[in-house]
């Protein structure tokens, strides 16, 4: 990557208070340029973690909902310790950006759609693999009618909490062996099943990319949030042993409806309990 380009980069911390660092990478996973002060090895790392998360992230569209033209607008990624944003920035190409938990969310977003704007062309390159491999069962919406598979899949707390958000759509709690433990009605255990196994690798991403986000000794991930030009996913720690995966349309409070979620967690604790091991959030 060229100079010019790397000092564009470093517009992204200079000018955004509580701005950490900055990664322009390939949909195959090589970097093509960062902000200073990045180890080399580290920066390979979360090139080729960035590039498996919007992958991922682009594959799980069809939960948030039914789109022909839905189309992936970014990953968030919440720390404890700082949040990371990953946006498109041409074909092939995309940016990532890390900050302090306190920083101004629209100006980095701001500056870094600006900064994709500015850079134009350069920053596309054409992948040497397909970063929008499609999760098996295909882009149409799941039924929204008829039981899941087993007596005890459907879970109350969660089918509260979607009916009680407009735009809120379904939702499926992971163990920490990463297979479904229910969902909300409605939710063919197929899709529970092929969504959990898109959630565990997106949540091991996101783990991935902690020391991005702020080094510290002992990383505290909460949560992942995809947005789409139809809907958003949501992947939140639910306790020490599971995982929330929960899907919205575009226009839902999803403050309200993330709020719902958590209040739903500590029944969902105690049925989570026993589910394989011990998930490391």
């Not at 992958?55 to 789109?67: D, I, K, Q, Y």
């Not at 938990?101 to 977003?109: A, C, E, K, R, T």
Request: proline letters at 5%.
């Amino acid at each position: 990557m060229t100079s010019d380009l790397s000092w564009m980069l470093q517009d992204i911390v200079q000018n955004v208070p509580r701005a950490r660092h900055a990664v322009l990478l390939s949909a195959d996973g090589l970097p093509r340029g960062a902000t200073e002060g990045l180890d080399q090895k580290d920066l390979g790392t979360i090139a080729a973690a960035m590039a498996g998360m919007q992958s991922l992230s682009r594959a799980t569209a069809h939960f948030a909902g039914s789109a022909k033209d839905g189309q992936w607008s970014q990953t968030v990624i919440e720390f404890a310790h700082g949040w990371i944003f990953l946006i498109g920035a041409g074909q092939g190409a995309y940016l990532a950006a890390a900050a302090e938990p306190d920083v101004d969310m629209q100006q980095i977003s701001f500056r870094m759609h600006r900064l994709v704007a500015r850079l134009g062309n350069n920053l596309t390159s054409a992948p040497r693999v397909q970063a929008d491999a499609a999760v098996a069962g295909g882009p149409g919406e799941p039924p929204r009618q008829g039981a899941a598979d087993g007596s005890g899949f459907v879970l109350p707390a969660l089918d509260r909490a979607v009916a009680d958000v407009p735009g809120a759509r379904h939702a499926v709690l992971l163990g920490g062996d990463g297979l479904p433990i229910g969902a909300t009605a409605g939710v063919p255990r197929d899709l529970a099943d092929t969504i959990s196994a898109a959630m565990t690798g997106i949540h091991a991403y996101s783990r991935v990319t902690a020391q991005f986000a702020g080094a510290v000794e002992d990383p505290a991930w909460r949560q992942t949030v995809i947005e789409f030009s139809h809907g958003w996913i949501f992947l939140i720690a639910a306790g020490d042993r599971a995982f929330l995966a929960a899907a919205a349309e575009h226009d839902c409070d999803i403050e309200e409806f993330t709020t719902r979620l958590h209040e739903a967690v500590p029944e969902l604790t105690a049925r989570s309990a026993p589910a394989g091991g011990a998930a490391d959030v």
